[in-house]
């Protein structure tokens, strides 16, 4: 079970709380040894922080940050997206062949979505509202994707000798994978030892310089199954807003409103 750990050393740290996305910790741990920390929202910049507070605050217990960064950057619409050739030669009066297909099959994914939601009134249903723009989205006919371009890169940190500073110990880009013919020879793994996983717990019989291998292709393959499920969330949420400014969702109560409805100061004790 994940929990939030405080006690963090340091005047300007003492009373702050952490959460980290994943962490590995022995039983006689105050702090873990291995902490995961992801961001979508937070820059590289404010990742860098927070492997800063777990090592350089905690005594030396936490050995190990693996910074997990993503970016998203939204094409304006779906024809900027596809229509590469074209946006680059805006002087051009003249259109190739491979131009005006692109066109075309982007006009067609315009109308469906159009028709989709030339269809929306108030006795459209959310869920499937949400699963048909899902559907579009998955069918490249969304002029504004439910998730941009992903950028994803892994990022290993530790503490220098001395414990006033961190550095980076290992880096490689997972989103977009690289190409077959790309120039630069991407690590296939990373390496964490024995040592740094269990420090003193280690039992005996173990050598503390053991490594771990932790492959990159298999974090790429989990990162790139969770983004349909970002998709799903954030059709449901277009839907929404499509629904509330048709007047066709009232506000609805969410279920957690209705469970402290329910679990008041009254109905605890029923």
């Excluded at 940190?157 to 120039?183: H, M, N, R």
């Excluded at 690590?187 to 503390?208: G, V, Y």
């Excluded at 771990?212 to 349909?228: D, G, H, R």
Aim: charged share 25%.
């Amino acid at each position: 079970m994940l929990s939030a750990f405080k006690g963090f050393t340091g005047d300007w740290s003492g009373s702050s709380q952490k959460l980290p996305d994943a962490y590995i910790m022995p039983l006689n741990k105050k702090f873990p040894t291995v902490v995961c920390e992801a961001g979508f929202a937070e820059s590289m910049e404010e990742l860098k922080e927070d492997a800063k507070l777990w090592l350089l605050h905690t005594g030396g217990q936490t050995r190990i940050v693996i910074v997990l960064c993503l970016t998203e950057t939204n094409p304006k619409t779906r024809i900027l997206a596809v229509n590469k050739e074209a946006e680059e030669n805006d002087d051009c009066t003249e259109n190739t062949a491979s131009d005006k297909e692109t066109t075309l099959s982007t006009q067609e994914s315009a109308d469906d979505e159009q028709i989709l939601l030339n269809s929306i009134d108030e006795s459209t249903d959310l869920n499937n509202l949400a699963e048909q723009l899902f559907v579009l989205n998955q069918e490249g006919k969304l002029m504004q994707p439910l998730v941009g371009n992903l950028k994803a890169t892994l990022h290993v940190f530790k503490a220098v000798e001395g414990g006033q500073s961190i550095e980076e110990s290992f880096v490689a880009t997972l989103l977009p994978p690289p190409t077959a013919d790309s120039d630069r020879s991407e690590p296939t793994e990373f390496r964490i030892t024995m040592q740094d996983m269990l420090d003193n717990c280690l039992p005996k019989a173990n050598d503390p310089t053991d490594e771990i291998a932790f492959s990159l292709a298999v974090l790429q393959e989990y990162i790139q199954s969770s983004i349909p499920h970002t998709e799903r969330l954030r059709a449901a949420g277009r839907a929404e807003k499509l629904l509330k400014a048709l007047g066709g969702l009232n506000n609805e109560e969410t279920f957690g409103k209705r469970k402290r409805q329910r679990l008041g100061p009254i109905g605890v004790w029923k």
